[in-house]
């Protein structure tokens, strides 16, 4: 199947920094495509890129089958976004807001559009309240319909739950999840938080420094046999020599005065904890994570070492 969207090699520099470097990747219907990276990876710029807002330096967009350029505007009907805060009419309710915006789409939008819109962002019941006495929440929310309501391919969010509280994240990561399972949307949102991705995405990129350092599935980026181990001993000190000595020094990755941490495959945890028994060390606790953000920042920091050591 064509993807909705293909970058190709696409590379964007700003004065002397390189925002966006060689960057390849594909979005197809149906994903929740997760693009990930700390502050300053390029996400926005690969998104302002995708929208025509700037252009690549080299490399192409590809948007339904069709190269995308200066000249092929219309290609963005395809494609629906919240990139910086929404501007709304505060004293307009959100249905004129609505109603304002599909009226500047190429399109004529019939009301059952509009009605259809806010059901799916969970607004229904409150479009004709001013739009000043909404929460954050839901002027996001009123954002995500504004995108939506020309019925794009492809819906781009940047960072959508920054300056949300606690339930207006939970919101909208619910949103997301029904826009993709109830109504079969394919979503591009980018966050600086592997959380909030991991929670959403079906595919996912990360970022770093403008370029790609992974892409794949969530699953499989998971790296289910890597556990990153944290056990509690007293004391540290003498452990670490008997462990220098042993079979477990090339997995232990970092010692503090009363914690060990070991990257393992979760099947040695119960072997690591009988070595450690036998060999006289007071355990005073064993946690295993496996946060894909240790993964991440493992990336990020092999990355910023190996740019370091080039
Ligand atoms: N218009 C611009 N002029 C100069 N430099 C820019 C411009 N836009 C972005 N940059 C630089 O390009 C790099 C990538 O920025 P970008 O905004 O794409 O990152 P990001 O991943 O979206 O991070 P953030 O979440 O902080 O926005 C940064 O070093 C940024 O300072």
């Given at each position: 199947?064509?993807?909705?969207?293909?970058i190709q090699n696409i590379t964007k520099v700003f004065k002397k920094i390189n925002a966006v470097s060689?960057?390849?990747?594909?979005?197809?219907?149906?994903?929740?495509?997760?693009?990930?990276?700390?502050?300053?990876?390029?996400?926005?710029?690969?998104?302002?890129?995708?929208?025509?807002?700037?252009?690549?330096?080299?490399?192409?967009?590809?948007?339904?089958?069709?190269?995308?350029?200066?000249?092929?505007?219309?290609?963005?009907?395809?494609?629906?976004?919240?990139?910086?805060?929404?501007?709304?009419?505060?004293?307009?309710?959100?249905?004129?807001?609505?109603?304002?915006?599909?009226?500047?789409?190429?399109?004529?939008?019939?009301?059952?559009?509009?009605?259809?819109?806010?059901?799916?962002?969970?607004?229904?019941?409150?479009?004709?309240?001013?739009?000043?006495?909404?929460?954050?929440?839901?002027?996001?929310?009123?954002?995500?319909?504004?995108?939506?309501?020309?019925?794009?391919?492809?819906?781009?969010?940047?960072?959508?739950?920054?300056?949300?509280?606690?339930?207006?994240?939970?919101?909208?990561?619910?949103?997301?999840?029904?826009?993709?399972?109830?109504?079969?949307?394919?979503?591009?949102?980018?966050?600086?938080?592997?959380?909030?991705?991991?929670?959403?995405?079906t595919r996912m990129l990360v970022l770093h420094k403008g370029k790609k350092i992974a892409e794949g599935?969530?699953?499989?980026?998971?790296?289910?046999?890597?556990?990153?181990?944290?056990?509690?001993?007293?004391?540290?000190?003498?452990?670490?020599?008997?462990?220098?000595?042993?079979?477990?020094?090339?997995?232990?990755?970092?010692?503090?005065?009363?914690?060990?941490?070991?990257?393992?495959?979760?099947?040695?945890?119960?072997?690591?904890?009988?070595?450690?028994?036998?060999?006289?060390?007071?355990?005073?606790?064993?946690?295993?994570?496996?946060?894909?953000?240790?993964?991440?920042?493992?990336?990020?920091?092999?990355?910023?070492?190996?740019?370091?050591?080039?």
């Amino acid at each position: 199947m064509e993807p909705i969207v293909e970058i190709q090699n696409i590379t964007k520099v700003f004065k002397k920094i390189n925002a966006v470097s060689d960057l390849s990747f594909s979005i197809h219907k149906g994903d929740v495509y997760g693009f990930l990276g700390q502050n300053g990876a390029g996400k926005s710029t690969t998104m302002r890129m995708l929208l025509g807002l700037i252009f690549p330096d080299s490399g192409r967009i590809i948007i339904n089958g069709q190269e995308f350029n200066n000249g092929k505007r219309h290609l963005l009907r395809h494609i629906g976004a919240i990139i910086e805060r929404p501007d709304m009419y505060g004293y307009l309710s959100g249905w004129d807001n609505l109603k304002i915006f599909a009226a500047l789409t190429d399109r004529s939008i019939p009301a059952t559009r509009l009605h259809a819109v806010l059901e799916q962002v969970g607004l229904k019941g409150r479009e004709k309240d001013k739009v000043k006495t909404y929460s954050y929440g839901m002027k996001q929310r009123l954002g995500i319909a504004i995108a939506l309501v020309h019925e794009p391919d492809l819906l781009i969010l940047d960072e959508p739950t920054n300056g949300l509280d606690p339930q207006g994240i939970a919101d909208i990561r619910e949103l997301i999840r029904s826009l993709s399972r109830d109504h079969g949307k394919t979503v591009l949102v980018s966050s600086h938080l592997l959380h909030e991705i991991e929670q959403v995405a079906t595919r996912m990129l990360v970022l770093h420094k403008g370029k790609k350092i992974a892409e794949g599935m969530l699953s499989d980026l998971l790296n289910p046999n890597e556990m990153l181990v944290q056990v509690g001993v007293i004391p540290a000190g003498q452990v670490q020599a008997r462990i220098a000595a042993s079979s477990w020094q090339p997995m232990l990755v970092g010692a503090s005065a009363d914690q060990l941490t070991f990257k393992l495959h979760k099947d040695n945890i119960p072997e690591l904890n009988r070595w450690l028994v036998m060999n006289g060390v007071n355990v005073t606790e064993i946690r295993s994570k496996h946060s894909l953000e240790d993964h991440f920042l493992s990336l990020t920091n092999d990355q910023a070492t190996a740019t370091r050591a080039i």
